[in-house]
């Protein structure tokens, strides 16, 4: 793993020989490990990454699941905060049910994007350095989903909303959005015309983060969630530490 990480560095022009070496004995020392202990370097750094990949794919897999979004309490993507009052509006002009299919709408947008995002997070976990495995290893119970959410929000708003788009067109979401934006827009002198593609999006992301951050924290603490011998080794020797 040493070699491999000198030869990658030092063909990609980002460190010396001398850099690396430092880099490499400060992850020593946080991780707490000599340099006899070079295996115990590597199921660190091995461990971690298996840790979020098991994380990101459970998480896109239980909410890309039909009501994956819409029957969990948690995450159920409800109208914007702005409309509030348009919901309450419509169902007493007796438009309830346009308002529950455009909430339904949403949610399943949502289940179907979800099913884009576990490519996404692994290749960001393969391309983690050392430096990020110290700091996600000494960090909080979701630190490594921090780390994902700060370098994959991006990526999965841009695969995310055409997928959305597509799922909202799809099932109709726009045309109940629509009709319910037009008839609120009728009784009110306030109008309004949010951009529900991107609305949806944002809550399908923090939506998915949310549950990865969830399945980190399983790992972390509890030892019958991790279900590799390497993940057994490695979390519960940082647990000892």
Not at 180 to 192: E, G, R, T
Not at 208 to 234: C, N
């Amino acid at each position: 793993m040493k070699i491999f990480l000198t030869t990658l560095l030092l063909t990609l022009g980002l460190f010396s020989n001398a850099q690396l070496k430092g880099i490499l004995q400060k992850a020593n020392q946080a991780l707490g490990i000599t340099e006899s202990k070079g295996s115990e370097k590597e199921d660190m750094i091995a461990g971690l990454k298996e840790a979020l990949i098991i994380g990101a794919q459970k998480g896109a897999t239980t909410l890309s699941k039909e009501d994956g979004f819409f029957k969990n309490d948690l995450l159920k993507i409800l109208l914007p905060p702005e409309a509030e009052k348009v919901e309450k509006t419509l169902r007493n002009l007796g438009l309830g049910n346009q308002v529950d299919e455009a909430i339904l709408s949403m949610n399943r947008g949502a289940e179907d994007a979800c099913k884009e995002a576990a490519t996404i997070f692994i290749d960001a976990v393969k391309s983690m350095n050392v430096e990020d495995v110290v700091t996600i290893i000494k960090g909080t119970d979701t630190a490594g989903t921090a780390y994902l959410r700060k370098t994959t929000t991006l990526s999965l708003t841009n695969k995310f909303r055409p997928v959305i788009e597509n799922s909202l067109n799809k099932v109709n979401a726009t045309k109940h959005w629509a009709t319910i934006i037009n008839a609120y827009n009728k009784v009110s002198l306030k109008k309004i015309n949010p951009d529900l593609t991107a609305y949806v999006t944002e809550k399908s992301i923090g939506g998915i983060f949310y549950q990865i951050g969830e399945e980190e924290k399983k790992i972390r603490k509890d030892p019958l969630a991790r279900t590799s011998e390497l993940l057994k080794r490695v979390f519960g020797n940082i647990a000892k530490k």
